[in-house]
T-cell receptor
């Protein structure tokens, strides 16, 4: 079992819905990441939180809104998504930012109708 | 431009055989190189991580090599098992912002 837990595992939503993806780790890691992965492609970095502060935003559309309530939790709030946003959303954590090895969760499979 | 190229794109081998996956990179400055295994529908799992001074590192039946001079890495899988069927992703850390640069992966299928 992965040490980074993501919920839900699957999510189907309409373009007008609001939903949230959740990620949790209890390894004491201080950096957490959101990635988007399309089929047969490598993960693409979306956001990086370091010590609960947003440190990297890779020009992600505002319909994706990250939140880091504490050092163990990372949320991704979704609103007015488009069909092309359908993908596997992966959360990862590392002891600190930069060059540290990242531990990935199993992802949330998101489908936009 | 910082890039990571993997070959082959896909590979089919018979159970019990060995195989080698390749990774070439142009990332500068270089910090470390990682190999991840990603099963279908799962998140990537780290197999090995190597820094500039390390030439080889093993994790069970997986052995990674790194030639920092030629900027090449390989992942050798010994005595393959059906459970080795997955995508193998080479990831290089470095560049001006210490980012992770992902290769597109090699999809390995092990057949009985």
């Amino acid at each position: 079992d992965t040490e980074v837990t993501q919920t839900p595992k699957h999510l189907v939503m309409g373009m007008t819905n609001k939903k949230s993806l959740k990620c949790e780790q209890h390894m004491g890691h201080r950096a957490m990441y959101w990635y988007k992965q399309k089929a047969k492609k490598p993960p693409e970095l979306m956001f990086v939180y370091s010590y609960e502060k947003l440190s990297i935003n890779e020009s992600v559309p505002s319909r994706f809104s990250p939140e880091c309530p504490n050092s163990s939790l990372l949320n991704l709030h979704l609103h007015a998504l488009q069909p092309e946003d359908s993908a596997l959303y992966l959360c990862a954590s590392s002891l600190m930012g930069g060059y540290q090895p990242q531990h990935f969760g199993d992802g949330t499979r998101l489908s936009i109708l | 431009k910082n890039q990571v190229e993997q070959s082959p794109q896909s590979l089919i081998i018979l159970e019990g055989k060995n195989c080698t996956l390749q990774c070439n990179y142009t990332v500068s400055p270089f910090s470390n190189l990682r190999w991840y295994k990603q099963d279908t529908g799962r998140g990537p799992v780290s197999l090995t991580i190597m820094t500039f001074s390390e030439n080889t590192k093993s994790n069970g039946r997986y052995t990674a090599t790194l030639d920092a001079d030629t900027k090449q890495s390989s992942l050798h899988i010994t005595a393959s098992q059906l459970s080795d069927s997955a995508s193998y992703i080479c990831v290089v850390s470095g560049g001006s912002q210490g980012n992770l640069i992902f290769g597109k992966g090699t999809k390995l299928s092990v057949k009985p």
